[in-house]
């Protein structure tokens, strides 16, 4: 045991808190890491099905993306609104409510037969993501007391939250190939159920002593903000970069973004403070998260059309490819600390970042041939490996430097970062390369992607310049 981990656990048995896991909360530990990690299961477990679901529904190629972007356009867009809706009615009444959403959209998106029930699907599945994270993740923080008990639980759901997103590329491959897309839906059904009869009894609700006031102007600027340019994004895809139905949303969610900033300057109860936002640890540290999460996660989509599209792979071998890149990220997830601890977050964040650029940009030598399926393993392991200690980098700098009471709203950062990021990430991959095909052949198909991975490394090398730029040294803050 560190000296920290001393310190913490006597200040844990000092307080009337428990300092062991007590059979109630392993349950309760249980039921929300189970929920966590199907909701990012939920985030990638159709990428890998979406050319069978096309076949299967009478998708074009182009509006495949939809599929995905009407998820995404939800899940992002609304969790700040509903993070505070939880904080005004309860917490658990939001989790289970959201749940109880989740669950029926994917038993009428298992049975769809047209692409409108399938998107309608969808959307309501991002609503319900949108209100089951941030409240899942307050529950988690206080059901269990400050101290190593806490500290294992926010290590534990972001482990999970993060081999989520590999879990469900494999999980779908191997559910199409096997049985149906459809079981991709139906598989959330038990899961839910499940949480949703054992929840009530163990979890008590949880809202602040002191009900705050809603910022509505506040929240309906963001969450517009956010649908508009994400809506920009995958318009992007179909209509092309330069058309009015790309530029007009992404113009309009930029303003939006501005108003909601101009608010949140003068309200009393701001959504958001902005003396949190001044912070260069919080600032350029969610900066660095938002790229990480948009560029590793959003890989999969690239990566999934070349080995079914491009080298003939099933849905099932396609899946079963993303666990190299799950290997990376899991191994990266265990040298971060270590890392961290020698060389600081931000340095750690910077190294993590090189790692993904390079092994990214060495996935536009890819060929039309199975023989260079070596090379996309290899490279989707390395840069797996950057971008966890990106990541991880990114959570230690972001919620650093900061008094006690400003790290709730720190961590419901960090968690809207990765949401946002992850589910901005395929529509934007998606545009890129459905708008740079030059048509529906392996070949074409090849040169889209191609266009896509570069702006994917250029973006990550963008965050590094930016993070060696403007974020402080703190190696001797971390170091131990």
Known sequence: MTAIDTKLAGDAT??????????????????????????????????????????????????????????????????????????????????????????????????????????????????????????????????????????????????????????????????????????????????????????????????????????????????????????????????????????????????????????????????VPLSVLGKRSVAWGNVAGLIAFLTETSLVFPLTLYLQRVLGFSPLAAGLSFGVLGTGTVLGGTMAPKAIARLGSKRTLITGGLLQAVFTAALLGLGADRTWLCLMLTASFLGGIGNMLAIVGFMVTATSGLADHEQGLATGLATMTQQVGITMGTPIMSAIATATMAGTGATAILGGLRVAIGVNAGIVLVGVLAVAVFLRDDRGTFAR
């Not at 979406?50 to 074009?60: A, D, E, T």
């Not at 008990?149 to 779908?172: D, P, Q, W």
């Not at 309009?252 to 300057?265: I, S």
């Open 14 to 271: 000092g307080s009337t808190a428990p300092a062991v896991l007590t059979p109630r909360l392993r349950l309760i530990l249980v039921l929300l890491l189970a929920t966590q990690f199907t909701l990012a299961v939920d985030f990638a477990i159709l990428n890998v099905a979406l050319p069978v679901i096309g076949q299967s529904l009478g998708f074009s190629l182009a509006h495949l993306q939809w599929i995905g972007t009407s998820f995404a356009l939800c899940a992002a867009g609304f969790t700040l609104f509903f993070g505070r809706v939880a904080d005004l009615f309860g917490r658990r009444r939001l989790f289970l409510g959201g749940l109880a959403v989740l669950g029926v959209a994917s038993v009428v998106g298992g049975l769809a037969q047209n692409p409108e029930m399938l998107i309608t699907a969808r959307v309501f599945q991002g609503l319900a993501t949108a209100a089951v994270t941030p409240a899942g993740l307050s529950l988690l923080t206080t059901s269990f007391p400050e101290g190593p008990l806490r500290e294992k639980a926010l290590g534990l759901n972001g482990a999970l939250m993060s081999t989520g997103f590999t879990t469900g590329a494999i999980l779908g491959g191997v559910l199409t190939d096997l049985l149906s897309w459809r079981w991709a839906f139906f598989i959330n059904v038990p899961v839910a159920l499940a949480v949703l009869f054992i929840a009530p009894t163990v979890i008590k609700e949880s809202r602040p002593d002191e009900r705050p006031k809603l910022d509505l102007p506040g929240a309906v600027t963001v969450t517009l903000g956010l649908l508009a340019i994400v809506l920009g994004l995958a318009q992007a895809g179909e209509q092309g970069w330069g058309s009015a139905a790309a530029l007009a949303p992404i113009a309009a969610g930029l303003a939006l973004l501005l108003v909601f900033y101009a608010v949140e300057r003068k309200v009393p109860s701001p959504l």
